[in-house]
């Protein structure tokens, strides 16, 4: 009977759960109709199904009623209640026996065995009824019966965790609650009542009420002695809510259910079931998020140390046996490795094949009944070994071959069958089944009013618009909570949301889903302490449109609609307005509460999220292509109202700005008739169709975006948005077209935009706001940065899974399918040079897939879009003055058609961008339409291109079937910028520009303070660096082109173009090889630069030779992997012939241009600054090295004499200049860098246009220059920092009297032309410097009091020694000047040369130290002086040489003329300077020559000096716009001591002459002349001391004798050798000399006055037209002040102290009769007469 099956089932499930449990007693129970069970304690195993490492502590069941009318079914329900269960677990502790872990996973075993049993459908023994129609009809109406008198009352269920081992340090509490949930049949009015037999429907009622679930994060464990004692503890804490931390908040619900027992009425569903929440409440504490982690990882090492259990030693701690843990790690290694091998061999498929034969036929006995008592034991053996896995293949191919013997037993066998399946399958349950009698199945029938005659037995025909099920949920409110985990349990994020909506209707073939959400809501407490922020709301005050019964959120899914319009229709609408505000403090806090822990199970959860993703994919792919083949239909509907992103700049101010970003109305709707107008049909030809149709299009529109700086209070003020606009308001619309087809040709997706218009105002303030904004959302706060934490892990390793001290057994239990796992594999690589020479090893990762699939070697295209917006337009407005009320506009923006597309292949990835034009508009300036445009484009003229722009790119992985070495290519086409410089306009972006600098600078109090944790944790391994991707970048420019216009001089309404520049023609080529080197090559075609107000020399700067490249340039970079230390960085260079001509005015008109540009010249030395700072701070760190190859080709300037003249001018040709270096290493390992520079074939000329001719001639000829630069690329002492060397073979110079008018004229000329300034204004700058004095009032400055010089700072002491920091030498072999005469127009030939100077073996050397100091030594060999005249007759040429006699040999050098200088640290200068042996032949007629050709050229040298300066001077004024100079500071009263001498002031000087030999020439004109010869030595020394300075001159070894000057043999001595000394000291208040002199005396004959008078006498007739007479007055000593010229003021000379003093001995003058010829021993003669001085 029934009540033997209800009896067993109880019994059998009761009886795992429940202590002490009799089935007898419970079948007698049964058999009276009510069963009563009170005071049940639960089994402590009773969790184990659930396999996790928790344990029943102690459980207890109340009460467990079941009332069963079995006399009256049709009349009384069937009542089951259950009361007051309480379990509480704890996690398990203690070893585990191997053998009862055993037991309980061969239970698991068959639990799992008889859940796949009742899962199974398809029928083993046949059923009662005759047929499936019978079958399912008896089914219904037995289930229908049940369910119609079926109440179920569950009261006070309490199941609690406690746990203080997966973390001890928090130990915590989990616990499920449940008041009522009661099951029961009601009338129409939801009234409990029992249901007649006659009524169609069936209402049931479910009712819920606190459910909850609770997580107590400082729990107080439970302490009690007896399960009564638990019970009552449970009981209370059941509805103590003050005591639980709740993670779902209780809940409170229903579930109305009505169920149609009517068959034909299709007006109604089937099932009608409605649910019903209240509210639904998720809080998650910090500290339950932590816990959770811990045990979700003890939960998952459990899991995964499942399989090897069986080897773990139990109950032995690692430190007493190490060997049995040690076996337990092989065993569980080799375990799984053997089992892999096993499988695959002989004896496994033999004893598998073995075992399933055996194993079918049991299992086939066992369901035949026929399995005696040692094969029913033989059959427990064997799945007590075998597998769930094996088991339940081997079973169902045993089935599958029952089922052919059950065909002739069908009709014994079916009344049990169906009721051993419904009930578990069990054998017991079905001999119960057996024993129904045929009286007794007809009393089953009566009572489920069941007949088999009246079974239907064919379908109904069911309309397709029935709703055969409908099902209604309900939440009326949710919330989600992040609290912390302090006291209070503050909260920090609050979401919410109300009326949560789901509707699913079934039909037969289709069936409808909605969804809806009526509002949204998130609160922040976080942000403003104290302050509750509502980021998420309804709000209308930035909308336009207020939508009735709008909700946040409606998506409806509609399978096979009615209408059959598509297969399958989705309809998405939120059409209600909702603001988002941003706040950066929540979105870090919120991340640092998921991030800032971590943990192995939600890496495990990730992968296995992979896993399913991949699942998944591979699903929807398969579902994607089988749609497409049977040409399924998707209607898409989305009208969606886009949030409004507020983010302010303060949360706490109501009147701080705010970004707000209106993101639209969004709306995508399917073109379901687009595949039809692709389809054109003629009478003539087959139809044809286009692209269009093999995609399905949908059209994807984006209205009404814009963007927003308004104040926060005035959000709502329709005027104040329209004025805080960014972005006017603008649409987007889309084509998105979907291909139905698989074809390799036809992209998968294709998407098409177009923006018609899109208009930006600026203005400084929004653009400050908009800063300030940013930068508070990107400022860090104190949770902005995640610290790296380690994973959690369990201090107590339980006893059931492997220790984590093992290592490496984790990998075992990496439960990636076979489709994700990959092989790692390390590939060595071979870096190879340019030679192909291996030159370094290295290896890089990479990852084989272990299901071995092939790369696809078709590239079919994946995606093509396109972009495309017609205009972009903006307004730059700022306040162009300082207190002006409203912003002005500046600027106007324009570009034309921006066109972006891409295609993406499987493969490749293909992108082109461009653009056709732009326009900048200066609305600032009023100098007319010409000078409107700060920046434009156009097309180069002759050329098809018009866009301005166009950027392609090309990625091609190296897998593809088109790879050419080359992974990333991309090109840049830019055709004419043309570039207007107005300075007005200019300084007024600067200033914009130093507002939003000013905005971006942070103050110091806004650096948070963070503090970084686990450090160690930040260095990781260095893993191998996989090569870089090959990149190709190709980069054109037609060219650029620069007006600098300013306002006319004269006209200030007028505007003029100061210079035009022009940049054409450059090309470069970058490549990013796979070493990671990078390599730039490329050209610059020409660089022009015009000055239409300066011609005929319009044309400053260009290309000498037309056709040329100006600049041909390279960079390459070499690995810094690389072992060769010489290089990182190679540069090769080459400039071709640039000519440029010099205008000083023009030079000074730039540089005033941007003198009137303060701001831009103060910004530009502050990025030079900083550029320089960066530079010497990469150059400090990286130490790189630099190859240069440097080739410059004949630059060449053109100095003209004026501006506006063109006649005459200087070439300056710099001839070939080429740049070298290298590394070599020194025996002491330091790396020196070397540079080799070297210029040849340098010239300078001067050339001369006259009637359309061009004269040239040289001034200097084919100069070569080489020098050596030594640097060490390492800081050390050893080598000073730069080390210069030069060498110059010889330089040639000749130089005519118009080549030196030339000069001149340029200096007066050219160097001192001004730019035009009104008289008055220069008028007024030439006047005297003049201050303030103390009253206010004017007063002149002497030059000399502008200069003052303060005691300086004592230095600091070191006792270090210097370092030099500089060393260099020159040395120049030749130094030859030519002086003619002429003008410079015919070349220079022997008939114009005046004299030659040649200067041989000059040295130079210069010596710089750290501490200041200078040590300078200047070398000349020797020096010659030529008379050059072909005119005369002079015979003595040589004028000036050094002497050749023996006297040298008492010399230590060879040189003529040297020179030391030093500069002491404190200041002091000390130069010393030799001649050796000069020889001076005196032609006078030469000297007088070369004095009227150097006192001309000096008398016009300083006239145009005079004017250079004073051109230097107006200009100082004009360029600084203030003429007079502040006075420096008065000096400290200590300073002020007139004694004190500055050691800067002191200098030194000491000349010496050492053999001087000077000759007067009686006849020029005859080679046997007889002269006069005088030796001396002279030596000078002086000093300076402040302004007090001395000058001591001796003068030692003067000798005077006649001789003849060809045989250099002295004839008769004039005068006995003596000494002469003098001394001056000059001093601001007085000057004093004195003369000292030794005995002279002289010795003169006739023929000695007559030879002097001769001398005179032709030299006064040569030169008497050039003397002029003495001035007849003294001459006044004037002092001028510095800088101006006019009305000197003469200084007394009465005012200055003066003395000089003559001290002498005895003159002597002897007058000899030259014919004697007496005693031959005396050199003087016969004495005729004697005068004495004394």
């Not at 207007?980 to 200019?986: H, I, S, T």
């Not at 010497?1176 to 630059?1195: C, L």
């Not at 005119?1431 to 010399?1451: D, P």
């Not at 002349?1569 to 001159?1593: A, M």
């Amino acid at each position: 009977m029934l009540e033997t099956v209800v009896s067993t089932i109880l019994s059998r499930y009761l009886g795992q759960f429940i202590k002490g449990f009799e089935s007898e007693n419970l079948k007698l129970n049964i058999l009276s109709g009510r069963v009563v069970l009170e005071n049940l304690e639960l089994k402590t195993e009773a969790l184990e199904a659930l396999e996790l490492p928790i344990e029943v502590k102690r459980g207890f069941l109340g009460k467990l009623h079941l009332d069963i009318p079995w006399s009256s079914l049709s009349s009384k329900p069937v009542i089951a209640t259950v009361e007051r269960v309480f379990l509480l677990a704890v996690p398990k502790t203690g070893a585990q026996d191997s053998d009862a872990q055993e037991r309980r996973d061969q239970a698991t075993k068959q639990k799992r065995l008889q859940l796949a049993e009742m899962l199974k459908s398809s029928p083993e023994d046949g059923s009662p009824p005759k047929s499936k129609d019978q079958e399912d009809s008896f089914v219904n109406k037995l289930v229908t019966k049940v369910i119609d008198n079926l109440q179920i009352f569950v009261d006070k269920v309490h199941i609690r965790y406690e746990d203080d081992s997966c973390n001890p340090k928090n130990p915590f509490s989990v616990g499920i609650t449940l008041e009522k949930l009661h099951v029961e049949s009601t009338d129409g009015n939801w009234k409990p009542k029992f249901l007649h037999e006659k009524s169609n429907l069936v209402h049931k009622l479910v009712s819920l009420k606190n459910f909850a679930v609770y997580w107590n994060t400082i729990p107080t464990f439970l302490d009690f002695n007896t399960t009564e004692d638990l019970a009552k503890l449970l009981d209370q804490l059941l509805f103590d809510h003050s005591h639980h931390h709740y993670l779902v908040q209780p809940i409170n619900g229903m579930i109305k259910a009505i169920l149609s027992k009517d068959d034909t009425n299709f007006t109604r569903p089937k099932i009608t079931a409605s649910l019903l929440l209240e509210h639904v409440g998720l809080n998650l504490e910090q500290q339950q998020y932590i816990d959770i982690l811990a045990l979700m990882d003890t939960a998952n090492s459990y899991v995964k140390g499942l399989p090897y259990r069986k080897w773990r030693p139990m109950g032995i701690p690692v430190h007493q046996n190490p060997r049995a843990w040690w076996n337990f790690a092989i065993s569980a290694v080799v375990s799984e490795t053997k089992w892999k091998k096993e499988r695959w061999s002989w004896e496994y498929i033999s004893k598998r094949r073995k075992d399933r034969i055996d194993y079918m036929g049991l299992h086939k006995r066992s369901l035949k009944k026929k399995l005696d008592a040692d094969q029913k034991t033989q059959l427990e053996q064997m799945e007590a070994r075998l597998s769930y896995e094996d088991i339940v293949l081997f079973r169902s191919l045993a089935e599958a071959s029952y089922k052919l013997d059950l065909v002739k037993e069908k009709e014994e066998k079916s009344k049990k069958s169906w009721i051993g399946r419904l009930f578990g399958g069990s054998s017991k349950v079905d001999e119960d089944a057996s024993s129904f009698t045929p009286e007794a199945w007809k009393e089953l029938y009566k009572t489920i009013d069941y007949s088999e005659d009246n079974a239907p037995t064919k379908n109904v025909e069911v309309p397709k618009e029935w709703v055969q099920m409908l099902f209604d949920f309900h939440l009326r409110s949710g919330s989600f909570t992040l609290r912390n985990s302090d006291q209070n349990c503050s909260p920090i994020l609050n979401l919410s949301f109300q009326e949560l909506a789901l509707n699913v209707q079934k039909r037969d073939d289709s069936a409808t889903v909605q969804i809806d959400l009526s509002s949204v809501k998130v609160l922040d407490h976080h942000s403003v302490p104290g302050k509750i922020l509502d980021l998420v709301a309804e709000n209308y005050d930035i909308h336009r449109t207020k939508y009735s019964n709008a909700k946040v959120l409606s998506i409806t899914l509609d399978q096979n609609p009615l209408d059959k319009r598509a297969d399958l229709a989705v309809k998405v609408e939120g059409l209600q307005p909702l603001t988002v505000t941003l706040a950066k403090p929540l979105i870090d806090r919120s991340a640092k509460f998921f991030s800032e822990h971590k943990s192995q199970s939600i890496e495990d959860i990730q992968k296995a999220a992979a896993v399913s993703y991949e699942t998944l994919k591979d699903q929807a792919q398969t579902q994607i292509k089988y749609a497409i083949g049977s040409k399924k239909t998707l209607e898409v509907n989305v009208d969606f109202l886009a949030p409004t992103i507020i983010i302010p700049e303060d949360f706490e101010n109501n009147e701080c700005n705010a970004l707000v970003m209106d993101l639209g109305r969004l709306k995508l709707v399917s073109d379901l008739k687009a595949k039809s107008t692709a389809v054109s049909v003629s009478e003539s030809q087959d139809p044809t169709v286009t692209k269009d149709y093999f995609y399905d299009q949908y059209n994807l529109s984006i209205s009404n975006l814009r963007a927003l700086v308004i104040r926060k209070s005035r959000i709502g003020d329709p005027e104040s948005q329209e004025a805080a606009k960014i972005i006017d308001n603008f649409d987007i619309n889309f084509r998105l077209g979907v291909c139905s087809f698989d074809a390799i040709d036809l992209p998968k997706v294709r998407f098409h935009g177009k923006l018609p218009s899109l208009k930006f105002n600026v203005s400084s303030d929004k653009c400050v706001s908009i800063l300030k904004v940013l930068m508070k959302l990107g400022q860090e706060t104190s949770d902005s940065v995640v610290r790296s934490a380690p994973v959690l892990q369990t201090v107590h390793t339980p006893s059931y899974y492997p220790s984590s001290s093992l290592g490496g057994l984790e990998s075992m239990f990496d439960h990636q399918t076979p489709k994700q796992k990959k092989k790692k594999k390390k590939k060595r690589v071979q870096v190879l040079d340019d030679e192909g020479n291996v030159e370094e090893e290295t290896y890089v990762v990479e990852y084989e897939h272990d299901n071995g699939d092939e790369v696809p070697k078709v590239n079919k295209k994946l995606i093509e879009m396109s972009f495309k917006i017609e205009e972009i337009s903006a307004s730059l407005r700022t306040k162009i003055s300082q207190g002006a009320s409203h912003d002005q506009e500046i600027l106007s923006i324009r570009i034309d058609s921006v066109l972006a597309s891409a295609e993406l292949s499987d493969f490749d990835r293909r992108v082109k961008v461009g653009l056709k034009s732009f326009v900048i508009e200066d609305l600032v300036q009023t100098w007319g339409p010409d000078f409107g445009q700060l920046i434009s484009t156009r097309p180069q003229s002759g050329s098809e291109i018009t866009e301005f722009l166009e950027i392609n790119y090309v990625g091609i992985p190296v897998a593809s079937p088109t790879y050419r070495n080359v992974d990333h290519a991309i090109t840049a086409n830019f055709n004419v910028l043309d570039i207007g410089v107005n300075l007005e306009v200019l300084a007024i972006l600067l200033e914009f520009s130093k507002q939003l600098t000013g905005a971006l600078g942070p103050s110091p109090d806004q650096q948070p303070t963070v503090k970084v944790e686990n450090a160690d944790e930040e260095k990781k391994e260095k893993k191998p660096i996989a090569l870089a991707t090959l990149l190709d970048l190709k980069l054109v420019v037609k060219e650029v082109r620069m007006s600098l216009n300013r306002g006319n001089r004269e006209k200030k309404e007028e505007g003029e173009r100061l210079a035009l520049i022009a940049v054409s023609e450059f090309h470069l080529d970058a490549r990013v090889k796979t070493t990671n080197e990078v390599a730039l090559s490329g050209t610059l075609g020409d660089i022009q630069v015009k000055s239409p107000l300066y011609s005929p020399w319009s044309d400053i700067l260009r290309v000498e030779r037309s056709g040329d490249a100006m600049i041909e340039f390279g960079v390459e970079t070499i690995n810094p992997r690389k072992k060769n230390p010489y290089g990182q960085l190679k540069i090769r260079a080459g400039i071709n012939s640039v000519r440029a001509v010099f205008v000083a005015k023009f030079l000074k008109e730039l540089q005033g241009y941007l003198n009137e540009f303060t701001s831009m010249q103060t910004l530009l030395l502050s990025t030079a600054a900083s550029v320089k700072e960066a530079a010497e701070a990469q150059a400090k760190d990286i130490k790189s090295i630099i190859k240069m190859d440097v080739t410059i080709r004949n630059p060449i300037a053109l100095i003209h004499a004026s501006s506006s003249s063109g006649d005459k001018y200087l070439i300056a040709d710099l001839g070939l200049i080429t740049l070298k270096n290298d590394q070599k290493e020194m025996p002491d390992g330091v790396l020196i860098d070397e540079i080799h520079v070297c210029v040849s074939q340098l010239n300078l000329k001067s050339a001369v246009v006259e009637q359309d001719k061009k004269r040239k001639q040289y001034i200097i000829r084919d100069i070569e220059v080489n020098a050596k630069v030594k640097r060490p690329l390492v800081d050390t002492e050893a080598y000073p920092p730069l080390d210069l060397a030069a060498s110059i073979k010889e330089i040639g110079v000749s130089i005519t009297e118009g080549q030196i008018d030339l000069l001149l004229s340029i200096l007066s000329g050219n160097l001192s032309e001004n730019p035009t300034v009104q008289n008055a204004q220069l008028a007024h700058m030439r006047d005297s410097i003049r201050h303030k004095d103390k009253d206010g009032n004017n007063k002149r400055v002497k030059s000399r009091e502008l200069v003052q010089s303060p005691k300086p700072a004592p230095r600091e002491t070191n006792d270090a020694p210097a370092r030099p920091t500089m060393n260099l030498t020159v040395s120049l072999h030749k130094l030859e000047l030519n002086v003619a005469k002429g003008d410079g127009v015919d070349a220079l030939d022997v008939s114009t040369s005046i004299a030659s100077f040649d200067m041989l073996k000059i040295d130079a050397s210069i010596n710089m130290f750290s501490d200041s100091s200078i040590d300078m030594l200047v070398g000349l060999g020797s020096i010659e002086f030529y008379d050059n005249r072909h005119e005369t007759k002079n015979y003595w040429k040589k004028i000036l040489s050094k002497h050749e006699s023996a006297r040298r040999e008492g010399f230590a050098t060879d040189k003529l003329f040297t020179m030391k200088y030093k500069k002491l640290p404190s200041g002091q200068q000390i130069v010393a300077m030799e001649i050796f042996c000069p020889e001076v032949n005196f032609v006078f007629d030469v000297i007088w020559e070369l004095k009227i050709f150097g006192l001309t050229a000096l008398d016009r040298f300083l006239k145009s000096l005079d004017v250079f300066s004073r051109a230097s001077a107006d200009y100082a004024k004009i360029s600084s716009g203030d003429t007079s100079i502040p006075l420096p500071p008065p000096p400290p009263e200590d300073l002020t001591d007139p004694n004190y001498v500055p050691p800067s002031s002191i200098m030194t000087v000491t000349i010496s002459v050492h053999a001087l030999e000077m000759r007067l020439i009686g006849d020029t004109t005859d080679e046997s002349s007889q002269g006069f010869v005088l030796n001396n030595s002279v030596n000078i020394i002086y000093e300076q001391k402040g302004q007090s300075q001395s000058v001591s001159i001796n003068v030692t070894d003067v000798e005077l004798y006649k001789s003849k000057i060809k045989d250099r043999e002295k004839t008769v001595d004039l005068m006995k050798p003596f000494k002469l000394k003098m001394d001056f000291l000059m001093q601001p208040d007085a000057q004093k000399g004195e003369l000292l002199m030794e005995n002279i005396e002289l010795f003169v004959s006739y023929s000695d006055f007559k030879l002097v008078m001769n001398i005179v006498d032709s030299t006064n007739k040569m030169f008497q037209s050039f003397v002029e007479p003495p001035s007849s007055q003294p001459a006044a000593i004037t002092e001028q002040p510095s800088g101006s010229s006019d009305n000197p003021q003469p200084v007394d000379p009465a005012q200055i102290s003066q003395r000089f003093v003559i001290r002498t001995g005895f003159v002597s003058l002897s007058v000899i009769d030259d014919c004697f010829s007496g005693d031959t021993s005396t050199t003087f003669g016969r004495q005729l007469l004697r005068t004495v001085l004394t």
